[in-house]
DNA sequence: CGGATTATCGACCGAATGGTCGGTCAGGTG
DNA sequence: CACCTGACCGACCATTCGGTCGATAATCCG
């Protein structure tokens, strides 16, 4: 997928990729405000001022990070199944593409989502983040119109609610241990549409 | 509800509680790490050092906020409601007061669903949460075997799906516009068990 | 070899952090 | 009235914060 490691000439040592997948897990692991540039200086092996050589600031790691995770989203909903079809087919799609978008760029996707709105990047962030649910809306909105998902509970909260799962997927989610992508996105899938009653 | 405002002595202001509840809706605005203490003074109209005439420290705070949270959350899951009859009828009693709760202490359990671990206080946190995660396990893992729910869904991921949505309330409920508890525990619970398909 | 390229180090800076301390101020009580 | 209680203030402290700068180290290319 992103493989690419490509032969580099200079000296060796981290370039602005591999240091922002470190930081983001970084990030993950003790809050973005939590970790400070010596925190995570240290998990890289290499001083702070040499963070600073790859990244101008704490900030723009940050705002890449959330953009990565932002453009894997939007690019899923912008794909054909997404776009055309019935409202409802369209939607299940979007869930599915979701999970798997979630799961492939998992740090990046966990990250945005804990995003708070403090600072001009995170704002940005966070309208992104409005704009996609727009779209998950509107798609609730069509779906129920056409008559394809029930009409009892209003489409935006709907689409709260189905993202509410899918997100949720962040806070358990591991891939190291057990269960593949396709596993979880059916099991979503069968949940959220289905219903867990018999 | 949470009322007795109780007559007072020594010079009026802020006492534990009432310094509490703006504490966390500043750390909720802007993370916990985010908030300086000085942050806090501002938001209260007092000094920092003020602050720690009430409480012994910044993790105080959070421990409090935090505590708050799970022991309404454990409550709700000992009520004869969640302990009783059926195991899916028991879970969803869960869902439906779980939602209660958190509406009713949106503030703490914000506070709760955000914390990461980095101290002993948030490890505490989530120990207690992950207590609660094996409740709802098991109730799923209940409900399954006496046949209420689809088996075809492991209960575990049955659980986290089931709580994803729940918890998301956090993310966009705000108990000033429109829509009330019940309404809400309604949808949650008909998304939940019934599907989104009709 | 020499030069270009790239990553790194270590010393440093001003500002902000969580927290402390001694003292003050306002209301209730007898 | 005097006294106690509880809330508050302002100056201060050691540490940590994000970030800068000039020099150096390791690789590739010709």
Redesign the interface.
């Known amino acids: 997928m992103t493989a690419e490691p490509s032969i580099r000439r200079g000296r060796p040592g981290y370039d602005r990729e591999s240091l922002l997948r470190v930081a983001v897990e970084v990030f993950n692991?003790?809050?973005y405000?939590?970790t400070s540039m010596e925190d995570l200086a240290n998990r890289l092996g290499i001083t702070k001022s040499a963070i600073y050589h790859h990244v101008p600031s704490k900030t723009e790691l940050l705002r890449l990070a959330v953009n990565r995770a932002l453009d894997g989203l939007f690019a899923a909903a912008a794909e054909p199944g997404c776009t055309t079809g019935p409202a409802?087919a369209r939607l299940e799609h979007l869930v599915r593409r979701s999970v798997e978008v979630l799961v492939a760029e998992l740090p990046f996707v966990t990250l945005l989502l804990?995003v708070?709105g403090?600072t001009d990047v995170e704002r940005a962030a966070l309208a992104r983040r409005r704009e996609f649910d727009l779209i998950v809306a509107d798609l609730a909105r069509a779906a129920i119109t056409e008559?394809?998902?029930?009409p009892?509970?209003?489409a935006a909260?709907?689409a709260?609610?189905?993202?509410?799962?899918?997100?949720?997927?962040i806070?358990?989610y591991r891939p190291d241990r057990g269960?593949d992508v396709g596993e979880?996105a059916d099991?979503?899938v069968?949940?959220?549409?289905?219903?867990?009653?018999?």
């Open positions: 692991d003790r809050g405000d939590g409802t804990r708070r403090n008559g394809g998902i029930r009892d509970v209003d909260i709907t709260r609610l189905l993202f509410g799962m899918v997100n949720s997927l806070e358990w269960h979880i099991a979503v069968a949940v959220a549409f289905g219903g867990l009653r018999l």
